[in-house]
C-alpha cells in the first residue's frame, strides 16, 4: 500500500488523504467562485482562463501559445481562442519571439499589467481579511505548508494504478 508504513499507518494515511481530498475539493470550489468575483470584467467579459493566460504572461513574462497550453493544461485551440480575445480587448500582445523571428511569443501589455496588478491587490485584501484573526505562526505555518504540499503535487506524479486497500 504505501511503502515504509505498517498496514495501520498505512490505512491512517489513506483515510487522511481522503479527507484532505475532501477538503482540496470544497477549496478548488470556494476559489473558483471567489476568482469569478474578484477577477476584472473586460468590455466583452473574458472567460476565467483568459485570465489564466494573462497571470502567466504577467508573472513568468512573454511566452509562445503552445508553452502556455502546457502549463495551463489545455489544448493550442483552446489558449488560442483566448489569446485572441485578450488582444482584441488590449491586454496582451503578439511580439516576435527573439530566439527565431519567424515565430511569435504573447506578452502582456501595460493595460494587461494593470488589471492584473488591480486583481492581485482585490485578492490580497481579501485574503488579509481571511486570515486577520490568525496568529501569525498559523499564518506562516499555512504558507509553508501548501509550499512544501504545492512542491510534493509538482514533484510527484500520480500513479494510474489504485493502490490495494485491505
Known sequence: M??????????????DADRLGTQLVRFMRLINRTKSQLSEHGPG???????????????????????LAEHLHSE??????QT?????HGLIERRAD????????????????????????????????????????????????LDRFNTAIETTPPRIAEPNRS
Open 2 to 15: 504505501t511503502a515504509g508504513l505498517d498496514p495501520t499507518a498505512a490505512a491512517g494515511a489513506f483515510d
Open 45 to 67: 467579459g473574458l472567460e476565467r482562463l483568459a485570465y489564466a493566460v494573462l497571470f502567466c504572461l504577467v508573472h513568468d513574462g512573454p511566452q509562445r501559445t503552445g508553452k
Open 76 to 81: 493550442i485551440s483552446t489558449i488560442s481562442r
Open 84 to 88: 485572441r480575445s485578450l488582444v482584441e
Open 98 to 145: 527573439p530566439i527565431d523571428g519567424r515565430a511569435c511569443v504573447l506578452a502582456a501589455t501595460a493595460e494587461g499589467v494593470r488589471i492584473f496588478e488591480r486583481t492581485r491587490r482585490r485578492r490580497n485584501l481579501w485574503m488579509a481579511e481571511l486570515l486577520a484573526d490568525w496568529p501569525v505562526e498559523e499564518r506562516s505555518v499555512l504558507i509553508d505548508l
